[in-house]
């Protein structure tokens, strides 16, 4: 082994060839050149105390530091440390060492291998990567400085301003600006928290774009994506690929997903889905705006309302849903070629009504109601829900009430009942009384036990009541001077036994939930949902969205000074007249 620094006894001639050794290394080290013209080998700025141990390490050369560290400089990258071993253009360093690359970047470690080749590092034992006010650091980093990429295998955390990012595994690319976070990652944010299986974060713009699935957890609102955006710094992004958001007392999912804190909007796309966490309530579409601060929901695009009623499920349906108000005094309106299903009650009308606070149910303009194999119409039909119970309690028909049923048995005649105004009572969720009032008419076929026609009656009073039985007719009673009569059949003419009014409109009848929907609705074009099944190039998206953040500021600050230049003039006259 030889010393460098105890050399008192060697004789001249060793001295001058222990000099040319010496010129040959740093002749070496300094002067070998690349294609591209950048120095290829490593360069011995501050070699401290050499020696040589041809045993342990042969043709190596190793450098100790002496009143200062030892460094080395290769392609704009400079390297303190306080032990190395270099050899064959690969240079091993141990102790406090400091990578600088530029003006922002610096990696501290306990120890790095070097190789000036290829530019390759591994650096261990307390890795701290920094560039500027991003901080890395693991156990252990991969670094390539061709490619200008480093890498991590296990745990990392990334300190960016006010968050702190951690994975398992991690990638930086110092160009881009980007990490790219991989397995169990997390953020922690004053205002927010990100989990995610694979995350890329944008340092300039602090954007995030999540792979896998994610959730991202704000003051107010929770959301989950297997793919999505966000931007941290105004909490504003997006999600596809089974997106849900937890927003106040709703639950919104769908294919895609838009959330903005700010303006405390939210929207969705697609396969939607909101729910009512306290009325129980359900919204399908393939289009949905939320308006947390409203408390409201619009929706579009085959939109049907789904509640519960006694265990049965009531859907309506209109061109466009609209739900207003907060919980307990919500109104939901169903507006254009509205429509309603629930097992024995369906109807349809130009709108519908419903406020949870009074439970009403308005069919509104053109009104019809279905009650079993019962037609009823009028001017407008309220449906009264019990707010105890939330049952079915009772049913108004306003104006121009009108009854219409095929006949059961004889399947060609029609019973009928119309009045000014109709009155319906529901008993456990079934239509059980119907007074009619104020000029009243019926047409009512009657059979005897055996199903043979006795006659058909026609009678005018001044009310009816009728009793019902699983939605057939079962007694009829007439109140104040009715006059009538009950005529064979063959007495009674085909003209005389439909009531004035009578429109039959059987086959509009909806008999079932699906069947609220028309044909635009069953074959609407969902939209593509760019991200799903194409991939995204997002350092070009990220590009893209730089641009546009570069050109909003520019415009306003050309904004300022065309407003300053405008207000100069006047300042200038202002003075002059002044004089």
Known sequence: ????????????????????????????????????????????????????????????????????????????????????????????????????????????????????????????????????????????????????????????????????????????????????????????????????????????????????????????????????????????????????????????????????????FASATNNITVIDTINKGIIRAHYAEVFKAKDSVFATKRAVAVNEVQQDSVYIHGDTLMITGKPESRILRAFRNAKFYKTDLSGKCDSIHFNEKTGITELITNPILWSGENQMTGDSIHLISDLETEKLDSLKVLENAFVIALDSIGKEGYNQAKGKDLFGKFIENELKIIDLVKNTEVIYYLYNDDNELVGIDKTICSKIRMIMNQNDIEEITFYTNPDGEIYPEADFPEQSRKLRGFIWRGDERIRSKDAIFDEDDNNIELVVIRGIDNPIDIDAEELERQKQEEKEQQDNGNATKASQKARKPDEKSTVKKAQ
């Not at 205002?191 to 994610?214: C, F, H, I």
């Open 1 to 264: 082994m030889l010393f460098l620094k105890k050399m008192s006894s060697v004789n001249t001639a060793k001295l001058f060839g222990l000099l040319f050794f010496l010129s040959s290394i740093v002749y070496t080290q300094t002067t070998a050149i690349n294609e591209n013209g950048e120095q290829k080998l490593i360069n011995i700025v501050h070699g401290g105390s050499l020696i040589k141990d041809e045993v342990k390490y042969p043709g190596a050369s190793i450098f100790y530091k002496d009143d200062q560290q030892v460094r080395f400089e290769h392609q704009g990258a400079d390297l303190w440390c306080d032990y190395a071993i270099l050899k064959e253009n690969k240079l091993r360093a141990i102790g406090n060492i400091r990578m600088q690359q530029g003006d922002s970047i610096q990696m501290t470690s306990g120890k790095i291998n070097y190789d000036g080749d290829t530019r390759l590092a591994k650096a261990w034992e307390h890795v701290v990567l920094t560039d500027n006010d991003f901080t890395l650091t693991t156990d252990t980093l991969y670094l390539d400085r061709e490619k200008q990429e480093s890498y991590y295998p296990s745990y990392g955390t990334v300190v960016d301003s006010a968050s702190t990012l951690t994975s398992d595994v991690g990638k930086y690319f110092l160009i881009q600006k980007k990490v790219q976070f991989l397995e169990d990652v997390f953020i922690v944010n004053p205002e927010w928290t990100v989990e995610s299986e694979q995350l890329d974060y944008y340092r300039v713009s602090k954007n995030a774009y999540m792979y896998g699935p994610s959730t991202i957890t704000g003051e107010d609102y929770k959301i989950y994506c297997e793919r999505g955006f966000y931007d941290t710094k105004i909490e504003r992004g997006y999600g596809i690929k089974n997106t849900r958001i937890d927003y106040n007392d709703r639950i919104i999912k769908g294919d895609s997903l838009f959330f903005d804190k700010l303006s405390e």
